[in-house]
C-alpha cells in the first residue's frame, strides 16, 4: 500500500487551467513588443485551437527594427492603443484561428496578462466563454465590458497541490 501511495505522489501532473497557462509563457517568448512580452492559448474541449502572442503583424518589421511610437512618446502601458505597430496576443490567436478557419465559439483562452478593453470586444464577439489571465493590464474598461457579458473570467492561481510538487 505504501509503494502505491509513493508512486502516484511522485506523478504530479498539472491542473488542465495550469497547463496552458504554462503554455502561454512558454508562447509569450516569440513576442517581439519591446515593451512587454504576452502570450495567449485559445482552447475548446482541453484541445489547442491556436495560439498568439504581441507584435507587429506577419511580414511587417519588428518593433525593434521599426521603432516603438509608444515607448519614444513616453505613453503609459494601457493607453492609445491604436498607435502601437503591434497586435495583442489575443488578437493574434483569433486571427490565427480565423486564418485556419477554426471556430472559436465557446472556447477559452489562456492569457499572461489581463485584457485590454479592445482584446475584451473581440474575445466577447468571437464567442469566447471562458478567459484565464494572470498578471494586470490598467485598463478598467475591459473589466466593465467583461463584466456585463456573459463570458467567465477568472485570474490564474495556482493549486496548493501542484506548488508542493513543482516541476525542477
Not at 504554462?22 to 485559445?42: N, P
Not at 475548446?44 to 519614444?72: E, F, M, V, W
Request: hydrophobic share 35%.
Amino acid at each position: 500500500m505504501k509503494r502505491k501511495q509513493k508512486e502516484k505522489e511522485a506523478l504530479i501532473r498539472p491542473t488542465w487551467d495550469e497547463y496552458f497557462m504554462e503554455l502561454a509563457h512558454v508562447i509569450r517568448k516569440r513576442s517581439t513588443c519591446m515593451r512587454r512580452q504576452i502570450g495567449a492559448v485559445l482552447v475548446k474541449d482541453k484541445r489547442i485551437l491556436a495560439t498568439g502572442y504581441n507584435g507587429a503583424p506577419s511580414g511587417l518589421p519588428h518593433c525593434h527594427k521599426a521603432g516603438c511610437l509608444r515607448k519614444q512618446l513616453n505613453i503609459p502601458s494601457g493607453e492609445r492603443h491604436e498607435i502601437c505597430r503591434g497586435a495583442h496576443a489575443e488578437q493574434n490567436a483569433i486571427a490565427q484561428a480565423a486564418l485556419l478557419g477554426v471556430s472559436t465559439r465557446d472556447s477559452e483562452i489562456y492569457i499572461t496578462a489581463q485584457p485590454c478593453s479592445v482584446c475584451a470586444k473581440i474575445l466577447i464577439n468571437a464567442g469566447v466563454k471562458r478567459i484565464m489571465y494572470e498578471g494586470d493590464y490598467p485598463d478598467p474598461l475591459a473589466m466593465q465590458l467583461l463584466a456585463q457579458s456573459s463570458l467567465k473570467i477568472e485570474r490564474f492561481k495556482q493549486s496548493s497541490k501542484s506548488k508542493k510538487g513543482e516541476r525542477k
